[in-house]
């Protein structure tokens, strides 16, 4: 039966399920000349809204490598609406790139007209979940296509909040036919920050919605009291307890394509491709049906 | 229970006004206080928008160092913020910005350098589009060259500063403190030119006659009017380098008013 789903997986992603990196404008070159040995990158959507090198760069990428469509700016979560404009340059940018996935978050960055530049939490709440079901059901049938949704890292959680954010998004897929990009980091962040449970998390996630995994390194910061707080800034390798929860992701989902995101002190090509390296031995062995964290 | 919308609205007041009272309402303790978890994103935020800003400004901001940057970005911010998330189109209004922003008042030319920074910024994030090819204008009749308004590439800027700002911008940007230290800021207005080529952003010092005369052509203005506004230039010349370098993707005939 799993290797049925995985099967139908790649299949409908057309990206197999080994490990990509995220590309950044520095690497595209590197990239171009090495060629190096992974199935998929993914990019951020708005980096490739304009012309000139860097779509010319992705054009040659794209010869070689399947390409995810990652966005940070559509804002699913504003309770005023999807910025057409935005949604319009999606579109535009997925007709040219011809994307295998195209993924988004549930989050908000937009709010009386104005951008934000940051995923911000919802209110967990039924008129939360409302609205982003409608707002991802638009973007479906704007791109005629399914997206992927990914959970956030947060650092705040709302006194009216009445649903637990792991139930919102399973909601979510089931009502939408969205599937969920879960970031296994992002859990494990938001689990530590709220006190959650991060394997209660993983088990109310439908494994057959899980269309892809994010792996990325977080750092911590002591605050006055003794208190700590797990910042997810992409500036490190993936930590230990990280590649624990993702065994343990791989165990529930089976082997899911996974992809390694670095943005702020973006490291050597090289660094990526070993961690890509390290998710894809996990991925072998949930493909063996051993997934087991010996290996961590 | 607060609406989407109110706590929306609240947590964008929060973080753009920096008025947090409202948000830091509806949101737990829980160990932390909500003005700090608030803050958190608060960070992030003006972190992203700096960082765009100095994406599109890089002379600006080795000129007045990163410190100085960064305090005038966090004000610009919170008065011009972002109106979408394509934030290659952020930071328009930073020229005018720094042009009234008294702490950078000593620097006479730097809103002079930011403009041309923006023109680059457009230039290098500008649409595709394939060059005029010249045969086609052969299909308008002779009689009707006049009456040809031409489209300009989307990457095509027009600059016009008191001080030379190109030389300036080269000089920062290669870290070049000797050519720096020649340039003579007194050497009168400069009038620049800004495409991108395929093999990068550029921009070229022309002189006012064809500046006026481009800046024609590129704003809808017909041939002829164009012309008769620039007697004397060799303007078959100046029209042959412009075809040459693809600064023309497309052209309409003037319909008689």
Redesign the interface.
Known sequence: MRAGRCAERAERGSILAGAGVGLRFRHHQAVIDSKPPLPWFEVHT?NY?????A?RDLDAIRRDYAISLHG????L????GL?P??LA?ILRVAERVEPALVSEHLS???????????L?P??L?E??LA?VCRHVDQTQNFLRRQILVENPSS??????SMIPEWEFLAALAVRTGCAILCDVNNIYVSAAN?GWQASEYLAALPPSAIGEIHLAGHSVRQ?D?G?T?R?DDHGSRVIAGVWQLYSDALSRFGPVATLIEWDTNVPPLEILLDEAARANSFLESARSGFAHADAV | ?????E???A??RS??ERDGEEAAA???F???A?G???H??RN??IG??TI?LRLSYPAVHRLVGAEFFYGAAKIFIKTE????????EYGAAFPDFLAGFSPAASLAYLSGVARLEWALSRA??????AALDMSRLFVAGAADHGRIVFVPH??IGFIQADYPVDAIWRAVLAQDDAAMAAIDLGSGPVWLLVQ?LET?VDVMRISKREWRFATQLCSGRPLQAALDMAPGLGAATVLAGHFAAGRFIGYRLETAP
């Not at chain 1, 940070?72 to 804002?75: D, F, H, K, N, R």
């Not at chain 2, 913020?81 to 290659?88: T, Y």
């Not at chain 2, 290098?124 to 589009?129: G, I, S, T, V």
Request: charged content about 15%.
């Open positions: 708005e809204m304009g012309g000139g090198a779509l940070v700016g559509l804002s979560g504003s309770a005023e910025d404009d935005h340059r908000w960055s937009i709010s009386g007209g104005v951008y934000l530049a940051d911000l919802l209110p709440t008129e939360a609205t650092y705040l959680r709302f006194r009216h709220h605050l009291g208190l707080l910042i | 229970m607060p609406t989407l919308f706590v929306q609205r947590l964008q973080l753009v509806y949101i737990l829980d160990g932390l909500p700090a978890r608030l958190i994103y992030t935020s992203a928008l765009a913020p972002p109106r979408s998330a394509h934030l290659d290098l994030h500008a649409p595709d589009a989307p990457s991108r990068g």
